[in-house]
DNA sequence: CCCGGCGCCTGAGGGC
DNA sequence: TGCCCTCAGGCGCCGG
Protein backbone atom coordinates (compact mmCIF):
# COMPACT_ATOMS: atom_id res chain seq x y z
CA UNK A 1 0.00 0.00 0.00
CA UNK A 2 2.46 2.14 -0.99
CA UNK A 3 1.50 5.65 -0.92
CA UNK A 4 3.00 9.39 -1.39
CA UNK A 5 5.54 9.31 1.74
CA UNK A 6 6.73 5.91 0.94
CA UNK A 7 6.80 6.25 -2.94
CA UNK A 8 8.95 9.46 -1.90
CA UNK A 9 11.25 7.49 -0.14
CA UNK A 10 11.90 5.02 -2.53
CA UNK A 11 12.60 7.21 -5.02
CA UNK A 12 14.76 9.42 -2.86
CA UNK A 13 17.04 5.96 -1.83
CA UNK A 14 16.69 5.01 -5.94
CA UNK A 15 17.55 8.22 -6.96
CA UNK A 16 21.25 7.99 -4.92
CA UNK A 17 21.86 4.30 -6.52
CA UNK A 18 20.38 4.28 -9.89
CA UNK A 19 21.43 7.17 -12.10
CA UNK A 20 24.37 6.49 -14.28
CA UNK A 21 24.31 2.40 -14.05
CA UNK A 22 23.71 1.06 -17.37
CA UNK A 23 21.75 -1.75 -17.99
CA UNK A 24 23.28 -4.97 -19.14
CA UNK A 25 19.88 -7.37 -19.37
CA UNK A 26 16.05 -7.61 -18.01
CA UNK A 27 14.20 -10.80 -16.65
CA UNK A 28 10.12 -10.27 -16.99
CA UNK A 29 8.23 -13.53 -16.25
CA UNK A 30 4.81 -11.98 -15.76
CA UNK A 31 4.11 -10.40 -19.00
CA UNK A 32 0.64 -9.51 -17.95
CA UNK A 33 2.24 -6.90 -16.18
CA UNK A 34 4.42 -5.68 -18.74
CA UNK A 35 3.38 -2.85 -20.79
CA UNK A 36 2.92 -2.45 -23.78
CA UNK A 37 4.78 -5.71 -24.25
CA UNK A 38 7.86 -7.60 -22.67
CA UNK A 39 9.84 -7.71 -26.07
CA UNK A 40 9.54 -3.89 -26.13
CA UNK A 41 10.18 -3.10 -23.05
CA UNK A 42 12.99 -5.21 -23.66
CA UNK A 43 13.93 -3.89 -26.62
CA UNK A 44 13.64 -0.33 -25.16
CA UNK A 45 15.89 -0.99 -21.77
CA UNK A 46 18.86 -3.26 -22.93
CA UNK A 47 21.73 -1.15 -23.29
CA UNK A 48 19.94 1.95 -21.96
CA UNK A 49 20.75 3.83 -18.58
CA UNK A 50 18.66 5.59 -16.07
CA UNK A 51 19.17 9.46 -15.68
CA UNK A 52 16.41 9.87 -13.41
CA UNK A 53 14.06 8.45 -10.58
CA UNK A 54 10.65 10.65 -10.30
CA UNK A 55 7.76 10.22 -8.39
CA UNK A 56 3.85 11.18 -9.76
CA UNK A 57 1.30 10.43 -7.31
CA UNK A 58 2.06 6.78 -6.20
CA UNK A 59 3.49 6.41 -9.29
CA UNK A 60 7.54 6.03 -9.53
CA UNK A 61 9.20 7.01 -13.29
CA UNK A 62 12.71 6.55 -14.25
CA UNK A 63 13.94 8.96 -17.08
CA UNK A 64 16.35 6.98 -19.34
CA UNK A 65 19.19 8.14 -21.42
CA UNK A 66 17.31 7.89 -24.83
CA UNK A 67 14.27 10.40 -23.78
CA UNK A 68 12.14 7.13 -23.08
CA UNK A 69 9.66 7.03 -19.89
CA UNK A 70 10.15 3.97 -17.79
CA UNK A 71 6.55 4.36 -15.10
CA UNK A 72 6.38 1.58 -12.22
CA UNK A 73 3.34 1.41 -10.07
CA UNK A 74 3.91 -0.89 -6.59
CA UNK A 75 -0.05 -0.73 -6.23
CA UNK A 76 -0.21 -2.95 -3.13
CA UNK A 77 2.24 -5.12 -2.40
CA UNK A 78 4.94 -4.08 -4.83
CA UNK A 79 8.75 -3.94 -3.81
CA UNK A 80 11.87 -2.78 -5.58
CA UNK A 81 14.71 -4.14 -4.04
CA UNK A 82 18.39 -3.27 -5.11
CA UNK A 83 21.36 -5.34 -4.74
CA UNK A 84 24.38 -3.98 -5.10
CA UNK A 85 27.59 -5.82 -7.26
CA UNK A 86 28.55 -6.27 -3.32
CA UNK A 87 27.02 -5.50 -0.22
CA UNK A 88 23.34 -5.31 1.42
CA UNK A 89 20.09 -5.72 -0.29
CA UNK A 90 18.46 -2.54 -0.18
CA UNK A 91 14.73 -2.79 0.36
CA UNK A 92 11.78 -0.22 -0.31
CA UNK A 93 8.35 -1.09 -0.59
CA UNK A 94 5.43 -2.87 0.75
CA UNK A 95 7.01 -5.60 3.29
CA UNK A 96 6.06 -9.58 2.43
CA UNK A 97 5.87 -11.13 5.78
CA UNK A 98 7.97 -14.11 5.76
CA UNK A 99 10.00 -13.70 2.20
CA UNK A 100 13.87 -12.36 2.84
CA UNK A 101 15.92 -12.25 0.39
CA UNK A 102 16.40 -11.86 -3.89
CA UNK A 103 14.82 -13.50 -6.15
CA UNK A 104 12.05 -15.24 -4.33
CA UNK A 105 8.70 -16.49 -5.74
CA UNK A 106 7.18 -13.09 -5.92
CA UNK A 107 10.30 -11.65 -7.93
CA UNK A 108 8.67 -10.75 -11.27
CA UNK A 109 11.25 -8.46 -12.74
CA UNK A 110 15.12 -8.57 -12.84
CA UNK A 111 17.49 -5.72 -13.79
CA UNK A 112 21.10 -6.10 -14.15
CA UNK A 113 23.05 -3.87 -14.52
CA UNK A 114 26.92 -3.62 -16.38
CA UNK A 115 28.54 -3.29 -13.17
CA UNK A 116 27.25 -6.14 -11.61
CA UNK A 117 24.56 -4.79 -9.62
CA UNK A 118 20.76 -5.91 -9.74
CA UNK A 119 17.16 -4.09 -9.30
CA UNK A 120 14.35 -6.81 -8.20
CA UNK A 121 10.76 -5.74 -8.43
CA UNK A 122 8.72 -8.15 -6.07
CA UNK A 123 4.81 -8.08 -5.72
CA UNK A 124 3.18 -10.96 -4.05
CA UNK A 125 -0.53 -9.75 -5.61
CA UNK A 126 0.74 -8.74 -9.09
CA UNK A 127 -1.30 -5.60 -8.79
CA UNK A 128 2.00 -3.49 -9.65
CA UNK A 129 3.07 -2.93 -13.46
CA UNK A 130 6.07 -1.62 -15.47
CA UNK A 131 5.34 0.52 -18.65
CA UNK A 132 7.46 1.78 -21.52
CA UNK A 133 6.16 5.18 -23.17
CA UNK A 134 7.88 8.53 -24.65
CA UNK A 135 8.15 11.85 -23.02
CA UNK A 136 4.73 12.82 -25.10
CA UNK A 137 2.81 9.70 -23.33
CA UNK A 138 4.00 10.53 -20.22
CA UNK A 139 2.94 14.03 -20.19
CA UNK A 140 -0.45 13.31 -21.40
CA UNK A 141 -0.68 10.29 -18.25
CA UNK A 142 0.78 13.01 -16.02
CA UNK A 143 -1.78 15.54 -16.82
CA UNK A 144 -4.90 13.39 -17.67
CA UNK A 145 -4.47 11.02 -14.58
CA UNK A 146 -2.96 12.69 -11.83
CA UNK A 147 -4.52 15.59 -9.99
CA UNK A 148 -1.41 18.23 -8.09
CA UNK A 149 1.66 17.07 -6.64
CA UNK A 150 0.04 17.99 -2.67
CA UNK A 151 3.75 19.22 -1.68
CA UNK A 152 4.20 21.87 -4.24
CA UNK A 153 2.89 24.71 -4.71
CA UNK A 154 0.84 23.44 -7.66
CA UNK A 155 -1.92 22.13 -4.83
CA UNK A 156 -3.95 25.19 -4.45
CA UNK A 157 -6.75 25.94 -2.27
CA UNK A 158 -9.23 27.58 -5.08
CA UNK A 159 -8.89 24.35 -7.19
CA UNK A 160 -8.95 22.04 -3.99
CA UNK A 161 -12.23 23.56 -3.24
CA UNK A 162 -13.77 23.74 -6.67
CA UNK A 163 -13.43 19.98 -7.05
CA UNK A 164 -14.89 19.26 -3.17
CA UNK A 165 -18.10 21.21 -4.52
CA UNK A 166 -18.03 19.13 -8.03
CA UNK A 167 -18.18 16.00 -6.01
CA UNK A 168 -21.13 17.22 -3.22
CA UNK A 169 -22.81 14.09 -3.50
CA UNK A 170 -19.71 11.89 -2.32
CA UNK A 171 -18.46 11.12 0.95
CA UNK A 172 -15.36 13.46 1.32
CA UNK A 173 -13.26 10.24 1.88
CA UNK A 174 -13.56 9.20 -1.34
CA UNK A 175 -12.99 12.56 -2.84
CA UNK A 176 -9.25 12.84 -1.49
CA UNK A 177 -8.92 9.22 -2.50
CA UNK A 178 -9.19 10.10 -5.71
CA UNK A 179 -5.57 10.94 -7.74
CA UNK A 180 -7.43 13.68 -9.58
CA UNK A 181 -8.34 15.81 -6.99
CA UNK A 182 -4.83 15.57 -5.14
CA UNK A 183 -2.10 13.10 -6.16
CA UNK A 184 -1.06 10.49 -3.85
CA UNK A 185 -3.13 10.44 -0.70
CA UNK A 186 -4.31 6.30 -0.15
CA UNK A 187 -6.20 5.25 2.72
CA UNK A 188 -3.98 5.65 5.85
CA UNK A 189 -3.37 9.09 5.13
CA UNK A 190 -6.77 9.85 3.95
CA UNK A 191 -7.84 8.74 7.38
CA UNK A 192 -5.44 10.88 9.19
CA UNK A 193 -5.71 13.89 6.78
CA UNK A 194 -9.65 13.66 8.06
CA UNK A 195 -9.05 12.79 11.71
CA UNK A 196 -6.62 15.90 11.79
CA UNK A 197 -9.16 18.11 10.52
CA UNK A 198 -12.50 17.06 12.48
CA UNK A 199 -14.30 15.51 9.41
CA UNK A 200 -15.92 12.98 9.52
CA UNK A 201 -14.84 10.36 6.48
CA UNK A 202 -18.30 9.32 5.23
CA UNK A 203 -19.12 13.10 5.78
CA UNK A 204 -21.02 14.68 2.10
CA UNK A 205 -18.73 16.42 0.48
CA UNK A 206 -21.42 19.41 -0.36
CA UNK A 207 -22.19 19.80 3.48
CA UNK A 208 -18.57 20.54 4.41
CA UNK A 209 -17.97 24.19 4.86
CA UNK A 210 -15.12 26.01 3.16
CA UNK A 211 -13.75 26.79 6.42
CA UNK A 212 -13.63 23.27 7.34
CA UNK A 213 -12.27 22.22 3.90
CA UNK A 214 -9.37 24.81 4.12
CA UNK A 215 -8.25 22.72 7.31
CA UNK A 216 -8.29 19.53 5.30
CA UNK A 217 -6.41 20.99 2.60
CA UNK A 218 -4.03 21.76 5.08
CA UNK A 219 -4.24 18.63 6.80
CA UNK A 220 -3.38 16.82 3.79
CA UNK A 221 -0.15 18.95 3.31
CA UNK A 222 0.34 18.29 6.60
CA UNK A 223 0.55 14.38 7.13
CA UNK A 224 2.01 13.71 4.21
CA UNK A 225 4.97 16.37 4.87
CA UNK A 226 5.38 14.59 8.27
CA UNK A 227 5.02 11.12 7.03
CA UNK A 228 7.96 11.90 4.14
CA UNK A 229 10.47 13.03 7.00
CA UNK A 230 9.58 9.84 9.26
CA UNK A 231 10.31 7.70 6.04
CA UNK A 232 6.56 6.51 5.37
CA UNK A 233 4.69 4.37 7.35
CA UNK A 234 5.48 0.13 7.66
CA UNK A 235 3.74 -2.69 9.74
CA UNK A 236 5.43 -5.50 11.84
CA UNK A 237 9.61 -5.43 12.46
CA UNK A 238 10.13 -4.62 9.24
CA UNK A 239 13.13 -3.16 8.31
CA UNK A 240 15.22 -2.27 5.42
CA UNK A 241 18.60 -3.68 4.91
CA UNK A 242 19.88 -0.15 6.23
CA UNK A 243 18.20 -1.42 8.93
CA UNK A 244 15.62 2.01 8.63
CA UNK A 245 12.43 1.66 8.90
CA UNK A 246 9.18 4.05 7.91
CA UNK A 247 8.38 5.20 11.20
CA UNK A 248 5.14 7.14 10.67
CA UNK A 249 3.18 4.16 12.54
CA UNK A 250 4.45 4.86 15.78
CA UNK A 251 3.01 8.43 14.99
CA UNK A 252 -0.38 7.63 13.45
CA UNK A 253 -3.40 9.78 15.17
CA UNK A 254 -6.22 7.26 14.02
CA UNK A 255 -5.47 4.52 11.25
CA UNK A 256 -5.70 0.96 12.58
CA UNK A 257 -6.50 2.85 16.06
CA UNK A 258 -9.81 1.30 16.20
CA UNK A 259 -10.80 0.40 19.85
CA UNK A 260 -8.26 2.47 21.38
CA UNK A 261 -9.13 6.19 22.75
CA UNK A 262 -8.65 9.46 20.75
CA UNK A 263 -5.78 11.34 21.00
CA UNK A 264 -7.53 14.60 21.31
CA UNK A 265 -11.09 13.94 22.75
CA UNK A 266 -10.54 9.91 24.51
CA UNK A 267 -13.21 8.85 22.84
CA UNK A 268 -13.23 4.84 21.30
CA UNK A 269 -11.49 5.04 17.97
CA UNK A 270 -14.28 3.00 15.56
CA UNK A 271 -13.49 1.38 12.25
CA UNK A 272 -16.50 1.08 9.79
CA UNK A 273 -16.53 0.94 5.38
CA UNK A 274 -16.61 4.21 3.71
CA UNK A 275 -15.83 4.52 -0.12
CA UNK A 276 -15.24 0.71 -0.08
CA UNK A 277 -12.82 1.00 2.15
CA UNK A 278 -11.65 0.11 5.80
CA UNK A 279 -11.98 3.67 7.85
CA UNK A 280 -10.65 4.55 11.21
CA UNK A 281 -12.41 7.62 12.86
CA UNK A 282 -13.42 9.25 16.32
CA UNK A 283 -17.15 9.39 16.36
CA UNK A 284 -16.88 12.62 18.96
CA UNK A 285 -14.64 15.11 17.43
CA UNK A 286 -14.69 14.08 14.13
CA UNK A 287 -18.02 15.34 12.31
C1' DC B 1 -20.52 13.24 -16.43
C1' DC B 2 -21.00 11.08 -11.99
C1' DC B 3 -20.62 7.43 -8.90
C1' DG B 4 -20.79 2.85 -6.72
C1' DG B 5 -19.25 -1.64 -7.22
C1' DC B 6 -16.52 -5.32 -9.12
C1' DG B 7 -12.21 -7.75 -10.60
C1' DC B 8 -7.56 -8.34 -10.44
C1' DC B 9 -4.36 -11.28 -6.99
C1' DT B 10 -2.36 -13.76 -2.77
C1' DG B 11 -1.86 -14.53 2.05
C1' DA B 12 -3.33 -13.97 6.91
C1' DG B 13 -6.52 -14.92 10.26
C1' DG B 14 -10.90 -16.48 12.27
C1' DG B 15 -14.77 -19.85 12.77
C1' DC B 16 -15.99 -24.49 12.89
C1' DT C 1 -5.80 -30.61 10.40
C1' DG C 2 -8.15 -28.24 6.83
C1' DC C 3 -11.80 -25.89 4.49
C1' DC C 4 -14.23 -21.71 3.66
C1' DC C 5 -14.99 -17.08 4.39
C1' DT C 6 -13.55 -12.26 4.87
C1' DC C 7 -10.31 -8.72 4.67
C1' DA C 8 -6.30 -6.08 2.96
C1' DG C 9 -6.81 -1.49 -1.00
C1' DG C 10 -4.87 0.92 -5.78
C1' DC C 11 -7.06 1.58 -9.75
C1' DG C 12 -9.15 0.39 -14.38
C1' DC C 13 -13.40 -0.68 -16.05
C1' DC C 14 -18.38 -1.27 -16.41
C1' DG C 15 -23.09 -0.23 -15.94
C1' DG C 16 -26.95 2.39 -13.94
Not at 74 to 101: A, E, N
Not at 161 to 184: F, H, M, N, T, Y
Not at 249 to 272: A, D, E, P, Q
Request: hydrophobic residues 35%; proline residues 5%; positive net charge.
Amino acid sequence: MPELPEVETIRKDLSKLLPHQKIKRVFFNKPKMIHPSVNYVKKILTGNAITKVGRRGKMLYFILADGNYLLVHLKMTGQLVWQPSRGRLVVGGHPITGVSGVPNKFTHVVVEFSGGAKLFFNDMRQFGYWKVVSFNEFNNISKSNFGPEPLTKDFMFNDFLEKCRARKRSPIKAVILDQKVVAGVGNIYADESLWMAKIKPGQTAGKISKAKLYLLFKAIIKVLAEAVKYRGTTFNSYVDSFGREGTYWSHRRVYGRNGLSCKRCGKIILKTKTAGRGTHYCPKCQK
